[in-house]
């Protein structure tokens, strides 16, 4: 395995950043060293999300349809209930827990936070909270990170003690993303030793369900076809962009891969990446951001969907990568077409757009976006990387991918200003 040299890695893309930008990256890189964290921090071990009170059967089951995850565990402690899921396709990948209030009208940081956005307050306990990275020793960390700033959640007056346990600390929600970042020195794996709360069992009907839509995706081949998350991307402010990820470098072992600027969009997409470059046993982190500002746009009159975005949801994940094995599932069928079709005619998925991308010979992305999760507000991307293509996009796929996204994200009120849909 090959690792990249973070301090000699020259960033890809032609997405102009500051000499701040720049002098602040190469200073991250020297003081992961200096401090310890660039030997203490392994890969993201676990993604996190909440959804609202009577949703997570739901959510379980459209994660089981569409993606390689399947419920494993569950967990109840003062204020929710934790379902543990794991990739059954690819081990050694990131664990996915899902966070259920047990009171609808439980709220908490994240909540106070969705009620602030026209397209959030409808599910005002739904949100992707962040992920969790592994580490060497859970309090060296923290002391580090601690000494650079970064300020933890308070075991005493966090309400969901998942965030806070003798296992798993979380970071305070970031002021930059609002995402947070747990560490943990346990293994994440044995959902038993983390100490999750109180085991609770689905009943049998809930098993049932859960395991007829295993066999529905078994049957139709799709299953096999899924590997896991190749990648998070996030939505911020054109102001953030550098911040998020600087933010982002200071808090992770990634380093920053490089930024495309897509001009027709008036945004860029900006990627980090773990040094040995196996985004399935640590998937990428993308941030999205505008160019110009929205209040300056007027100015320009360039398209905004990314600031726009931010504006209705918040700062938050826009979508889930799952990666498809790179193939053929019969000659000329790709297998992120067959999956597509399968789920769309039989398991009745709803997408946003057409597959973009041409799989020739040359190496190239195949994508496409289904429409966002009624339970998880996430849009699920479907990529298969043709030819070992190593990139995270094309310009003319995110282009073709975003414009299709932009119309299921606008606000569905009147009078608030742009971004309204209908008359
Ligand atoms: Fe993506």
Same mark, same amino acid.
């Given at each position: 395995?090959?690792?990249? &040299?973070?301090?000699?890695?020259?960033?890809?893309?032609?997405?102009?950043?500051?000499?701040?930008?720049? %002098?602040?990256?190469?200073?991250?890189?020297?003081?992961?060293?200096?401090?310890?964290?660039?030997?203490?921090?392994?890969?993201?071990?676990?993604?996190?999300?909440?959804?609202?009170?009577?949703?997570?059967?739901?959510?379980?089951?459209? $994660?089981?349809?569409?993606?390689?995850?399947?419920?494993?565990?569950?967990?109840?402690?003062?204020?929710?209930?934790?379902?543990?899921?794991?990739?059954?396709?690819?081990?050694?990948?990131?664990?996915?827990?899902?966070?259920?209030?047990?009171?609808?009208?439980?709220?908490?940081?994240?909540?106070?936070?969705?009620?602030?956005?026209?397209?959030?307050?409808?599910?005002?306990?739904?949100?992707?909270?962040?992920?969790?990275?592994?580490?060497? &020793?859970?309090? %060296?960390?923290?002391?580090?990170?601690?000494?650079?700033?970064?300020?933890?959640?308070?075991?005493?007056?966090?309400?969901?003690?998942?965030?806070?346990?003798?296992?798993?600390?979380?970071?305070?929600?970031?002021?930059?993303? $609002?995402?947070?970042?747990?560490?943990?020195?346990?293994?994440?794996?044995?959902?038993?030793?983390?100490?999750?709360?109180?085991?609770?069992?689905?009943?049998?009907?809930?098993?049932?369900? $859960?395991?007829?839509?295993?066999?529905?995706?078994? %049957?139709?081949?799709?299953?096999?076809?899924?590997?896991?998350?190749?990648?998070?991307?996030?939505?911020? $402010?054109?102001? %953030?962009?550098?911040?998020?990820?600087?933010?982002?470098?200071?808090?992770?072992?990634?380093?920053?891969?490089?930024?495309?600027?897509?001009?027709?969009?008036?945004?860029?997409?900006?990627?980090?990446?773990?040094?040995?470059?196996?985004?399935?046993?640590?998937?990428?982190?993308?941030?999205?951001?505008?160019?110009?500002?929205?209040?300056?746009?007027?100015?320009?009159?360039?398209?905004?969907?990314?600031?726009?975005?931010?504006?209705?949801?918040?700062?938050?994940?826009?979508?889930?990568?799952?990666?498809?094995? &790179?193939?053929?599932?019969?000659?000329?069928?790709?297998?992120?077409?067959?999956?597509?079709?399968?789920?769309?005619?039989?398991?009745?998925?709803?997408?946003?757009?057409?597959?973009?991308?041409?799989?020739?010979?040359?190496?190239?992305?195949?994508?496409?976006?289904?429409?966002?999760?009624?339970?998880?507000?996430?849009? #699920?991307?479907?990529?298969?990387?043709?030819?070992?293509?190593?990139?995270?996009? #094309?310009?003319?796929?995110?282009?073709?991918?975003?414009?299709?996204?932009?119309? &299921?994200?606008?606000?569905?009120?009147?009078?608030?200003?742009?971004?309204?849909?209908?008359?």
């Amino acid at each position: 395995m090959t690792l990249t &040299d973070p301090l000699h890695y020259a960033p890809k893309g032609d997405k102009a950043n500051s000499a701040y930008f720049n %002098e602040y990256r190469v200073k991250i890189y020297e003081r992961r060293i200096k401090s310890g964290l660039a030997d203490l921090l392994g890969n993201m071990c676990g993604l996190v999300i909440q959804v609202q009170t009577g949703d997570a059967l739901a959510y379980l089951k459209e $994660l089981c349809i569409m993606t390689p995850y399947r419920y494993s565990k569950s967990y109840i402690n003062n204020t929710h209930k934790i379902y543990c899921l794991v990739n059954s396709n690819t081990p050694n990948t990131p664990v996915f827990f899902v966070l259920e209030p047990l009171a609808f009208d439980f709220a908490d940081q994240l909540t106070y936070v969705n009620k602030m956005y026209v397209n959030s307050q409808e599910k005002p306990n739904a949100r992707y909270v962040g992920e969790i990275f592994s580490t060497k &020793d859970r309090n %060296e960390t923290k002391k580090i990170l601690l000494s650079h700033e970064i300020r933890f959640q308070d075991p005493d007056s966090i309400q969901n003690k998942f965030y806070s346990n003798k296992h798993i600390e979380f970071t305070q929600m970031s002021n930059i993303s $609002l995402n947070s970042l747990g560490y943990t020195d346990s293994n994440i794996y044995d959902f038993d030793s983390l100490e999750l709360g109180e085991e609770f069992h689905l009943s049998p009907t809930e098993k049932k369900a $859960l395991e007829e839509v295993d066999q529905f995706t078994q %049957e139709h081949q799709i299953k096999p076809l899924l590997k896991g998350v190749d990648h998070t991307a996030s939505r911020v $402010l054109a102001g %953030e962009r550098e911040d998020a990820i600087l933010e982002w470098l200071c808090l992770s072992n990634y380093y920053f891969w490089g930024a495309y600027d897509v001009k027709d969009l008036n945004s860029s997409t900006n990627a980090s990446r773990i040094t040995h470059g196996n985004d399935i046993l640590s998937p990428a982190k993308v941030f999205t951001a505008n160019n110009t500002p929205f209040m300056v746009n007027s100015f320009e009159n360039l398209p905004m969907p990314t600031e726009n975005f931010v504006r209705n949801y918040g700062r938050r994940l826009h979508h889930l990568a799952i990666e498809v094995m &790179d193939g053929e599932y019969q000659k000329g069928t790709k297998n992120i077409d067959f999956v597509l079709k399968k789920l769309t005619d039989d398991a009745h998925i709803p997408f946003l757009s057409q597959i973009y991308g041409e799989c020739k010979d040359e190496p190239n992305l195949r994508q496409v976006f289904s429409k966002h999760s009624a339970f998880s507000i996430l849009i #699920t991307e479907y990529i298969e990387r043709c030819n070992d293509f190593k990139g995270f996009f #094309t310009k003319s796929n995110v282009f073709a991918l975003t414009t299709a996204a932009e119309s &299921d994200e606008q606000i569905k009120t009147h009078h608030i200003g742009q971004g309204v849909v209908g008359d």
